[in-house]
């Protein structure tokens, strides 16, 4: 089946507690990204790729790192993760980028920062 | 800069009813437009992509119109059912900022018996 896969779904963390949030694809997608969704702000980018080893940051990047080594992952790292980056993460990808094809989403994960 | 907005933030309507979600944008300028719908507890699931050359797309009983120059598009479902109960967004890619979405809030939808 066609899809986007992140883990974990849901994590509970303290504040400067390293973590990692993968997100895979078995699309062959060339673009990836990352959103984060808050009440009242919607969804917002974080960070894409549009290749390995490309990546470029999006409207609410501090506080995250990315890495693109491989075509069918995009971890999003949160290396010292603070209160403000409790969220619900979203990954997508897609064919070639966003200006002509369909985004495929991920199912979400729940970040809480205590 | 690109905003999007969709109105109402919430609507609940009787199992059966016809009904249109709207979304517009300020810069006439995009790629594309795309709606979603997202279930609690999940993802966003793509239900209809037009491009900016196209005036609507057709799915089952979802019909999406877009009106570029306006700035504006429609989300038609038609015999609404308890299990079209969601959240719908509608996102652009705007020709300035190739990269990404732009996402509405998005329109919470009830369906009731």
């Known amino acids: 089946e066609a899809q986007v896969t992140q883990n974990p779904r849901y994590l509970i963390t303290v504040t400067g507690k390293k973590l990692t949030v993968t997100c895979s694809q078995n699309?062959?997608?060339?673009?990836m990204s990352w959103y984060r969704q808050d009440p009242g702000l919607g969804l917002r980018q974080i960070y894409y790729?549009?290749?390995?080893?490309?990546?470029d940051k999006g409207d609410v990047p501090e506080g995250y790192k990315v890495s693109r080594k491989e075509k069918r992952n995009f971890p999003l790292i949160l290396e010292s993760p603070s209160p403000n980056q409790t969220s619900l993460y979203f990954c997508?990808?897609?064919?070639?980028?966003?200006?002509?094809?369909?985004?495929?989403f991920g199912p979400g994960t729940r970040l809480t920062v205590l | 800069k690109q905003e999007v907005t969709q109105i109402p933030a919430a609507l609940s309507v009787p199992e059966g009813e016809n009904l249109v979600l709207n979304c517009s944008f300020t810069?006439?300028?995009?790629?594309?437009l795309q709606w979603f719908r997202q279930d609690p507890g999940k993802g966003l699931t793509s239900l209809l992509l037009?491009?900016?050359?196209?005036r609507e797309q057709t799915s089952g009983r979802l019909n999406a119109s877009l009106d570029k120059s306006s700035g504006r598009s429609t989300l038609y479902i038609a015999a609404s059912q308890p299990g079209d109960s969601a959240t719908y967004l509608c996102?652009?890619?705007?020709?300035?900022?190739?990269?990404?979405?732009?996402f509405g809030t998005g329109t919470r939808l009830q369906v009731t018996l």
């Open positions: 997508a990808s897609s064919f070639e980028g966003v200006t002509y094809n369909e985004q495929f």
């Open positions: 037009i491009q900016s050359s196209q």
């Open positions: 699309m062959n997608h060339e673009y």
């Open positions: 810069d006439s300028a995009i790629y594309n």
């Open positions: 790729s549009m290749n390995v080893e490309v990546t």
């Open positions: 996102a652009v890619t705007h020709t300035g900022t190739a990269s990404k979405l732009t």
